[in-house]
C-alpha cells in the first residue's frame, strides 16, 4: 500500500501490519509467529511504502508486496527498490502469475486493496492459494466486503450496469461506468460505500470485473466461514476486535445483542451484531484449523493487560487553563473527566513515541494522595473502554515496539517519506511542513534555539527514536533551547526517560535516577561556602538586587556548574521571580535530571505562576518515587486547599507535617487549612508555633492575625492588641534596616499615589477599587501601581493601561521596595492588603512615603503606627460597629 494522496489520508495502515496483527490474534488466544524474522507477504501493496517502512523496522524479516499489474506502474516499485533494503521484494503480477507461483512460506498475509475488490470465485482460489503457502502458526487477514452492508455496493453496481447498457464498446461502457460513480458521490445517495471511496484509484480493468462483468455476489460472514473450511482455514477474528464486540456501538445494541444472540457460537455471534450495525466491511483473521481449538469466541480483554501501548497524547488548553481534553496525530479529540483515564493518556503522551507495559502504567497513573482508589483495576477499566473506542491515536503491540529497541545514540530520524508524507514506526501517515521537512534533510540531529520546537514537532509526529540515555539527553537539549514558558510537556517525558523501567521509567536500572546520589565530577564541584554566607548575608540585609548580580556573574563564570544553575534557580524561587526562575529552572534540567530536589523546586515555580495543574502533576510523579518528600505533600495540600478540597488538603497537611514536623512553612500550611475549615481551635496553636519558631517570619505573623479574626474566643480590645504586637514587631525590624527618611512638603502639580497589592485583578479588592481608581482626576494625581503578585489577567491589563507608572515588585526585598517608593517620590502610599495574602506591611514600617493608609483588603487594623490612617466607611466606623477598626 503506499502513501496517502492528498485526498486520502487514511490511518488503517496502523493496522494492517504484522505487529497489529500478532497483537490482535493474541486477543483472540492464537500465538503467531515473532515479528524479528516473519515473512510477510502482502497482496495489494500498491508502491510498497508500507511495506518499505516496515523492512526497515525489521532487518531480520522478509517482506514481499505483490499489486495486480493493471493497478499499478512497475516503473514506481522500481524506483522504490533502488533505495530499499535487501529484505524487501515488489512484484506488478497478473492473478494468473501469481496463483501458478511456488512462492514459499509465509508467517503473515495480507490481502487488502485492490485484491479485496475480487469475485468471490477469484477470492475463493486466492485463499486456498494462501492457506497452501501460510506457515504453521502463520495468519491471513483479509479485507473484504460483508452482507447486509454490503447491498448498497448492489445498488452502485445496478446503476452502473443500467447506465452503461447504452454504451456500444467496453471503452464506452467504462467512460459511462465512472461517470455515474461520480453522479452517485456528488448526490451522496449511497452514504459511505466503501466502493465509491475506492473508486478514483481502480484501473479500468478492476472497475470492468467488479460492475460489469461480476454478478451481485457478496456473502454474510455465516457463508464466508463455512467457505473458509473447506480450505482448511478457521476464522480468529477481526483485524479491528473492537467491532465484534457490541460494546463498541452503544448501550440499546449492546442489551439486544446480548438478548438475541447465542452463546458461544462464535460466528453466530458476529453475524447477529452485522445485522444490528448493517456492517459492510470486514478485515478477518484466519489461521489453520488445525489452531482453532484455541481461538476464543471474543477478544480477551483481560489479557489487554499483556500488551504494550502507545499515543501521541497531549492536552489541550484555554487560555492558558488545561483542559480533560486531549489530541494526538489524528487531531481526534478524547475528552472525558475520568482521573484514571486522564492519567493513562497523560502518561502515553510523556512517553511518545515508546510505548509503555500495564506495570509502568500503573506506576505512572497512580496518585498518591487518592490512596482509597483501585489504581490497577481502575487503569484496567480504562484501558478497555479506550480499546473499545477504536481511537486511530491508541497504539497497542505484543512485542517492544522498534522506538523502544533502538539503540541509536544520538537521536536519529526514523520515516518511511515520500513529498510532504510520512509513515512513523507506529505506522501513522503524517503531514510534514516546509520546516519540518527541512530540519530532517539534516543527516544528524543538532537541536538549536531556532529548531526546537521544529524537533519537538517531529517528536510528537514520530519522527526520532534514540536509546533511552540518549532520548534523556535529546530532551535535556530540547529544554535547553525551548521557550520556558512553553517547556512544560517535556519535564514530563525526561521524568520518564530519566528513571527506571521498575519506577515507570525507560532507562536500565544501571542509569541512575532521580534522587539516586552520583560522585561529583569537576564541572559539578559544589559553590564554595563562602560564597554561600556572602549569600545568605546579602538575602538577610534585603539586598535581593546585589545577590542577584552575584549569582548571575558565578553563573556566567562557570555555565555548565549544575550547583551554580540550582543556586540561581533557588534564589529566584525565594525572591518571587518566578518567570526569571522557569527560565533558570530549564537550564538546571538540561543539565540535570537526576534529582528529585531540581524538580521539586520546578514545580513549586509551576504553583506560584497559577500552573495548578502542572504542579500537580509534577509534585506526584515526585511523591511516586518518594513518598518522603515533605515539600511535595505541601504542595499538594496548598493545591487542594485552593480547591476548597480541604479533606484532602488537611490530610496531604498531615502527611508532610509526620515527615517534618518542625517545618515552618508546613506548620503555617496546615494551620492555615484548618482556618479555612473554621477549626479555629486546632488551627491557632498551629499559626502561633511558627511565629514562636520564627519571630521575623511577617508573612507568619499575618496568617496568625487573619486566623484571629475569625476566632471567637478573642474581645476586640484582645485582637486589637495581637496587632499592635505586629506592629512593634515590624518598628523593631526597620530600627535596624539602612533606611533614611527624607520627606520633603515640595510643592507639586500633580500628587503622586502608589497603591500596593497583590490582588489586581479579577478579584473583589479590585472591584472595590475600580471606581476610585478610574475617577481619580490624572490632571491632579499621579498613579503608580505596585502589583505584588503573579496575577495577570485583562483586569490587571486596564489598571497597567491607565496607570502612569506600573512596577512588577514581587522580587523584591521589603527594603528594596521602600527604597523603590522613595526614588518614585510618592506622596501617599496605599494598602489594599492588610493582613492577607502578597502585603507588603514591612515596607510601610519604614515610612518610605510621608502619608500612609490601609484600606479595603482587610477589615481592621494593620496594628502598625506608621500607618497613618485605615479608610472605612462612616456608618462600619460608628462606636462599637467597627470593634478593633479604630485604634
Given at each position: 500500500?503506499?502513501?496517502?494522496?492528498?485526498?486520502?489520508?487514511?490511518?488503517?495502515?496502523?493496522?494492517?501490519?504484522?505487529?497489529?496483527?500478532?497483537?490482535?490474534?493474541?486477543?483472540?488466544?492464537?500465538?503467531?509467529?515473532?515479528?524479528?524474522?516473519?515473512?510477510?507477504?502482502?497482496?495489494?501493496?500498491?508502491?510498497?511504502?508500507?511495506?518499505?517502512?516496515?523492512?526497515?523496522?525489521?532487518?531480520?524479516?522478509?517482506?514481499?508486496?505483490?499489486?495486480?499489474?493493471?493497478?499499478?506502474?512497475?516503473?514506481?516499485?522500481?524506483?522504490?527498490?533502488?533505495?530499499?533494503?535487501?529484505?524487501?521484494?515488489?512484484?506488478?503480477?497478473?492473478?494468473?502469475?501469481?496463483?501458478?507461483?511456488?512462492?514459499?512460506?509465509?508467517?503473515?498475509?495480507?490481502?487488502?486493496?485492490?485484491?479485496?475488490?475480487?469475485?468471490?470465485?477469484?477470492r475463493d482460489q486466492l485463499l486456498a492459494f494462501c492457506q497452501q503457502h501460510l506457515s504453521p502458526q502463520g495468519c491471513i487477514a483479509i479485507e473484504w466486503e460483508c452482507h447486509?452492508?454490503?447491498?448498497?455496493?448492489?445498488?452502485?453496481?445496478?446503476?452502473?450496469?443500467?447506465?452503461?447498457?447504452?454504451?456500444?464498446?467496453?471503452?464506452?461502457?467504462?467512460?459511462?461506468?465512472?461517470?455515474?460513480?461520480?453522479?452517485?458521490?456528488?448526490?451522496?445517495?449511497?452514504?459511505?460505500?466503501?466502493?465509491?471511496?475506492?473508486?478514483?484509484?481502480?484501473?479500468?480493468?478492476?472497475?470492468?470485473?467488479?460492475?460489469?462483468?461480476?454478478?451481485?455476489?457478496?456473502?454474510?460472514?455465516?457463508?464466508?466461514?463455512g467457505v473458509i473450511e473447506t480450505f482448511g482455514l478457521a476464522y480468529v477474528g477481526d483485524l479491528l476486535p473492537w467491532t465484534e464486540l457490541a460494546a463498541h456501538y452503544d448501550?440499546?445494541?449492546?442489551?439486544?445483542?446480548?438478548?438475541?444472540?447465542?452463546?458461544?457460537?462464535?460466528?453466530?455471534?458476529?453475524?447477529?451484531?452485522?445485522?444490528?450495525?448493517?456492517?459492510?466491511?470486514?478485515?478477518?483473521?484466519?489461521?489453520?484449523?488445525?489452531?482453532?481449538?484455541?481461538?476464543?469466541?471474543?477478544?480477551?480483554?483481560?489479557?489487554?493487560?499483556?500488551?504494550?501501548?502507545?499515543?501521541?497524547?497531549?492536552?489541550?488548553?484555554?487560555?492558558?487553563?488545561?483542559?480533560?481534553?486531549?489530541?494526538?496525530?489524528?487531531?481526534?479529540?478524547?475528552?472525558?473527566?475520568?482521573?484514571?483515564?486522564?492519567?493513562?493518556?497523560?502518561?502515553?503522551?510523556?512517553?511518545?513515541?515508546?510505548?509503555?507495559?500495564?506495570?509502568?502504567?500503573?506506576?505512572?497513573?497512580?496518585?498518591?494522595?487518592?490512596?482509597?482508589?483501585?489504581?490497577?483495576?481502575?487503569?484496567?477499566?480504562?484501558?478497555?473502554?479506550?480499546?473499545?473506542?477504536?481511537?486511530?491515536?491508541?497504539?497497542?503491540?505484543?512485542?517492544?515496539?522498534?522506538?523502544?529497541?533502538?539503540?541509536?545514540?544520538?537521536?536519529?530520524?526514523?520515516?518511511?517519506?515520500?513529498?510532504?508524507?510520512?509513515?512513523?514506526?507506529?505506522?501513522?501517515?503524517?503531514?510534514?511542513?516546509?520546516?519540518?521537512?527541512?530540519?530532517?534533510?539534516?543527516?544528524?540531529?543538532?537541536?538549536?534555539?531556532?529548531?526546537?520546537?521544529?524537533?519537538?514537532?517531529?517528536?510528537?509526529?514520530?519522527?526520532?527514536?534514540?536509546?533511552?540515555?540518549?532520548?534523556?539527553?535529546?530532551?535535556?537539549?530540547?529544554?535547553?533551547?525551548?521557550?520556558?514558558?512553553?517547556?512544560?510537556?517535556?519535564?514530563?517525558?525526561?521524568?520518564?526517560?530519566?528513571?527506571?523501567?521498575?519506577?515507570?521509567?525507560?532507562?536500565?536500572?544501571?542509569?541512575?535516577?532521580?534522587?539516586?546520589?552520583?560522585?561529583?565530577?569537576?564541572?559539578?564541584?559544589?559553590?564554595?561556602?563562602?560564597?554561600?554566607?556572602?549569600?545568605?548575608?546579602?538575602?538577610?540585609?534585603?539586598?535581593?538586587?546585589?545577590?542577584?548580580?552575584?549569582?548571575?556573574?558565578?553563573?556566567?563564570?562557570?555555565?555548565?556548574?549544575?550547583?551554580?544553575?540550582?543556586?540561581?534557580?533557588?534564589?529566584?524561587?525565594?525572591?518571587?521571580?518566578?518567570?526569571?526562575?522557569?527560565?533558570?529552572?530549564?537550564?538546571?534540567?538540561?543539565?540535570?535530571?537526576?534529582?528529585?530536589?531540581?524538580?521539586?523546586?520546578?514545580?513549586?515555580?509551576?504553583?506560584?505562576?497559577?500552573?495548578?495543574?502542572?504542579?500537580?502533576?509534577?509534585?506526584?510523579?515526585?511523591?511516586?518515587?518518594?513518598?518522603?518528600?515533605?515539600?511535595?505533600?505541601?504542595?499538594?495540600?496548598?493545591?487542594?486547599?485552593?480547591?476548597?478540597?480541604?479533606?484532602?488538603?488537611?490530610?496531604?497537611?498531615?502527611?508532610?507535617?509526620?515527615?517534618?514536623?518542625?517545618?515552618?512553612?508546613?506548620?503555617?500550611?496546615?494551620?492555615?487549612?484548618?482556618?479555612?475549615?473554621?477549626?479555629?481551635?486546632?488551627?491557632?496553636?498551629?499559626?502561633?508555633?511558627?511565629?514562636?519558631l520564627e519571630p521575623g517570619n511577617f508573612n507568619a505573623f499575618t496568617n496568625l492575625l487573619f486566623g484571629l479574626t475569625h476566632s471567637t474566643e478573642l474581645t476586640a480590645q484582645?485582637?486589637?492588641?495581637?496587632?499592635?504586637?505586629?506592629?512593634?514587631?515590624?518598628?523593631?525590624?526597620?530600627?535596624?534596616?539602612?533606611?533614611?527618611?527624607?520627606?520633603?512638603?515640595?510643592?507639586?502639580?500633580?500628587?503622586?499615589?502608589?497603591?500596593?497589592?497583590?490582588?489586581?485583578?479579577?478579584?473583589?479588592?479590585?472591584?472595590?477599587?475600580?471606581?476610585?481608581?478610574?475617577?481619580?482626576?490624572?490632571?491632579?494625581?499621579?498613579?503608580?501601581?505596585?502589583?505584588?503578585?503573579?496575577?495577570?489577567?485583562?483586569?490587571?491589563?486596564?489598571?497597567?493601561?491607565?496607570?502612569?507608572?506600573?512596577?512588577?515588585?514581587?522580587?523584591?526585598?521589603?527594603?528594596?521596595?521602600?527604597?523603590?517608593?522613595?526614588?518614585?517620590?510618592?506622596?501617599?502610599?496605599?494598602?489594599?492588603?492588610?493582613?492577607?495574602?502578597?502585603?507588603?506591611?514591612?515596607?510601610?514600617?519604614?515610612?518610605?512615603?510621608?502619608?500612609?493608609?490601609?484600606?479595603?483588603?482587610?477589615?481592621?487594623?494593620?496594628?502598625?503606627?506608621?500607618?497613618?490612617?485605615?479608610?472605612?466607611?462612616?456608618?462600619?466606623?460608628?462606636?462599637?460597629?467597627?470593634?478593633?477598626?479604630?485604634?
Amino acid at each position: 500500500m503506499g502513501l496517502p494522496t492528498e485526498s486520502d489520508k487514511s490511518y488503517s495502515i496502523c493496522y494492517s501490519t504484522p505487529g497489529h496483527i500478532r497483537a490482535v490474534n493474541h486477543l483472540y488466544g492464537v500465538t503467531t509467529p515473532v515479528l524479528d524474522t516473519a515473512r510477510v507477504l502482502e497482496l495489494g501493496a500498491g508502491e510498497g511504502y508500507t511495506l518499505y517502512s516496515q523492512a526497515l523496522m525489521y532487518p531480520n524479516s522478509r517482506f514481499v508486496g505483490v499489486e495486480l499489474e493493471s493497478e499499478n506502474s512497475l516503473s514506481s516499485q522500481q524506483a522504490l527498490l533502488g533505495s530499499a533494503p535487501d529484505n524487501l521484494a515488489l512484484f506488478s503480477l497478473s492473478l494468473d502469475d501469481l496463483l501458478c507461483q511456488d512462492i514459499g512460506e509465509y508467517d503473515y498475509i495480507i490481502i487488502h486493496g485492490s485484491f479485496s475488490w475480487l469475485s468471490n470465485d477469484i477470492r475463493d482460489q486466492l485463499l486456498a492459494f494462501c492457506q497452501q503457502h501460510l506457515s504453521p502458526q502463520g495468519c491471513i487477514a483479509i479485507e473484504w466486503e460483508c452482507h447486509p452492508g454490503a447491498k448498497i455496493n448492489e445498488i452502485i453496481r445496478d446503476a452502473v450496469q443500467i447506465h452503461s447498457s447504452l454504451a456500444n464498446d467496453i471503452e464506452t461502457q467504462i467512460a459511462s461506468s465512472r461517470a455515474m460513480l461520480s453522479w452517485l458521490k456528488l448526490n451522496g445517495v449511497t452514504g459511505e460505500a466503501a466502493f465509491l471511496k475506492s473508486s478514483d484509484t481502480l484501473s479500468d480493468l478492476l472497475i470492468s470485473h467488479s460492475l460489469l462483468q461480476t454478478p451481485n455476489e457478496y456473502r454474510y460472514l455465516l457463508e464466508f466461514a463455512g467457505v473458509i473450511e473447506t480450505f482448511g482455514l478457521a476464522y480468529v477474528g477481526d483485524l479491528l476486535p473492537w467491532t465484534e464486540l457490541a460494546a463498541h456501538y452503544d448501550e440499546k445494541i449492546q442489551h439486544l445483542h446480548n438478548v438475541l444472540s447465542p452463546l458461544n457460537n462464535k460466528i453466530l455471534i458476529q453475524q447477529y451484531l452485522d445485522f444490528a450495525v448493517n456492517r459492510g466491511t470486514r478485515f478477518s483473521l484466519l489461521t489453520h484449523s488445525d489452531n482453532a481449538q484455541t481461538v476464543s469466541v471474543l477478544p480477551d480483554l483481560t489479557k489487554l493487560k499483556d500488551l504494550r501501548w502507545a499515543g501521541s497524547f497531549r492536552r489541550q488548553s484555554l487560555q492558558g487553563r488545561i483542559l480533560n481534553t486531549l489530541t494526538a496525530n489524528s487531531e481526534t479529540p478524547v475528552s472525558t473527566d475520568d482521573i484514571a483515564t486522564l492519567a493513562l493518556l497523560d502518561a502515553l503522551g510523556d512517553g511518545w513515541p515508546s510505548s509503555l507495559t500495564f506495570e509502568q502504567l500503573v506506576y505512572n497513573v497512580r496518585q498518591p494522595d487518592l490512596e482509597d482508589k483501585a489504581w490497577r483495576e481502575d487503569i484496567s477499566q480504562s484501558l478497555s473502554a479506550l480499546f473499545l473506542k477504536g481511537l486511530p491515536d491508541l497504539h497497542f503491540s505484543l512485542d517492544k515496539s522498534v522506538y523502544d529497541t533502538c539503540q541509536a545514540a544520538p537521536a536519529q530520524w526514523v520515516a518511511a517519506t515520500r513529498g510532504k508524507y510520512a509513515i512513523n514506526r507506529w505506522h501513522e501517515t503524517v503531514e510534514l511542513n516546509d520546516e519540518e521537512l527541512s530540519a530532517m534533510s539534516a543527516p544528524t540531529l543538532v537541536v538549536t534555539a531556532q529548531n526546537a520546537q521544529i524537533l519537538f514537532s517531529l517528536v510528537k509526529k514520530g519522527m526520532v527514536a534514540a536509546a533511552p540515555k540518549a532520548w534523556r539527553a535529546f530532551l535535556q537539549q530540547l529544554i535547553g533551547h525551548f521557550p520556558a514558558e512553553e517547556t512544560w510537556p517535556l519535564v514530563f517525558s525526561l521524568i520518564l526517560y530519566s528513571g527506571t523501567e521498575a519506577n515507570g521509567g525507560f532507562l536500565p536500572s544501571a542509569i541512575a535516577t532521580p534522587g539516586k546520589k552520583k560522585t561529583s565530577m569537576p564541572a559539578l564541584a559544589p559553590v564554595e561556602e563562602d560564597f554561600h554566607r556572602q549569600l545568605e548575608k546579602l538575602m538577610q540585609e534585603g539586598r535581593f538586587q546585589q545577590a542577584r548580580a552575584s549569582i548571575e556573574r558565578l553563573v556566567a563564570q562557570r555555565p555548565d556548574n549544575v550547583h551554580v544553575h540550582y543556586l540561581l534557580a533557588n534564589f529566584y524561587l525565594r525572591t518571587s521571580d518566578y518567570d526569571a526562575g522557569l527560565k533558570a529552572s530549564m537550564s538546571l534540567l538540561s543539565l540535570q535530571s537526576s534529582s528529585w530536589r531540581i524538580f521539586y523546586e520546578l514545580s513549586a515555580i509551576f504553583y506560584r505562576k497559577n500552573w495548578r495543574w502542572q504542579a500537580g502533576r509534577l509534585a506526584r510523579a515526585i511523591l511516586r518515587a518518594e513518598p518522603g518528600y515533605a515539600a511535595a505533600w505541601d504542595l499538594l495540600s496548598s493545591l487542594y486547599r485552593e480547591m476548597m478540597e480541604y479533606t484532602l488538603a488537611e490530610m496531604c497537611s498531615r502527611k508532610a507535617i509526620e515527615i517534618e514536623p518542625r517545618s515552618a512553612g508546613i506548620i503555617e500550611n496546615l494551620g492555615t487549612i484548618l482556618g479555612d475549615q473554621s477549626k479555629m481551635s486546632e488551627a491557632i496553636p498551629y499559626l502561633r508555633r511558627v511565629v514562636e519558631l520564627e519571630p521575623g517570619n511577617f508573612n507568619a505573623f499575618t496568617n496568625l492575625l487573619f486566623g484571629l479574626t475569625h476566632s471567637t474566643e478573642l474581645t476586640a480590645q484582645d485582637l486589637l492588641e495581637e496587632h499592635k504586637q505586629f506592629g512593634l514587631a515590624a518598628e523593631r525590624w526597620a530600627s535596624k534596616q539602612p533606611f533614611t527618611i527624607t520627606h520633603t512638603r515640595e510643592e507639586k502639580s500633580r500628587l503622586r499615589i502608589g497603591f500596593v497589592s497583590g490582588d489586581f485583578g479579577r478579584h473583589p479588592v479590585t472591584n472595590f477599587l475600580a471606581p476610585v481608581w478610574y475617577s481619580l482626576d490624572r490632571d491632579r494625581f499621579e498613579i503608580y501601581g505596585y502589583q505584588n503578585s503573579p496575577l495577570q489577567d485583562e483586569v490587571t491589563e486596564r489598571l497597567m493601561e491607565s496607570a502612569c507608572v506600573w512596577s512588577k515588585v514581587t522580587h523584591l526585598s521589603h527594603l528594596e521596595f521602600a527604597e523603590q517608593v522613595k526614588r518614585d517620590g510618592i506622596d501617599i502610599l496605599v494598602d489594599l492588603s492588610g493582613h492577607t495574602g502578597y502585603n507588603r506591611l514591612p515596607a510601610f514600617a519604614l515610612k518610605p512615603a510621608p502619608v500612609q493608609l490601609s484600606w479595603i483588603g482587610y477589615p481592621g487594623t494593620t496594628g502598625m503606627a506608621t500607618v497613618d490612617y485605615y479608610l472605612i466607611d462612616s456608618r462600619f466606623a460608628e462606636t462599637g460597629r467597627s470593634g478593633f477598626c479604630l485604634c
